[in-house]
């Protein structure tokens, strides 16, 4: 079993910044891949960024430049910095971590969801 726990959401107005957290726990052997998904009301969940084992990462286009992936691999966490907030950002953020548990099996886990509201 792995449990992901998020936290950072909240409000925040245009130009602002927020930092969001999720934590990895359980049963895990190792971590491949860490990242960000983002679903907006009436529109499917999309990819915000990964970062690999290896440090690579995969940002989407409308973040580039003002969002930053990082991860802790010794607290098996993950943090999304984001800068210069615009009102199309608001929506639920979801963490997903892939890995492999302690008896070398593969999982892929999702955070509970915390929401960013870019709003005056």
């Known amino acids: 079993q792995v449990q992901l726990v998020e936290s950072g959401g909240g409000l925040v107005q245009p130009g602002g910044s927020l930092r969001l957290s999720c934590a990895a726990s359980?049963?895990?052997?190792?971590?491949?891949?860490m990242g960000w998904y983002r679903q907006s009301p009436g529109k499917e969940r999309e990819l915000v960024v990964r970062i690999f084992s290896s440090g690579v990462t995969n940002y989407a286009d409308s973040v580039k430049g003002r969002f930053t992936i990082s991860r802790d691999n010794a607290k098996n966490t993950v943090y999304l910095q984001m800068n210069s907030l615009k009102p199309e950002d608001t929506a639920a953020y979801y963490c997903n971590v892939q890995g492999l548990t302690m008896t070398y099996k593969n999982f892929e886990g999702w955070g509970q969801g915390t929401l960013v509201t870019v709003s005056s």
């Open positions: 359980g049963s895990i052997f190792s971590i491949n891949a």
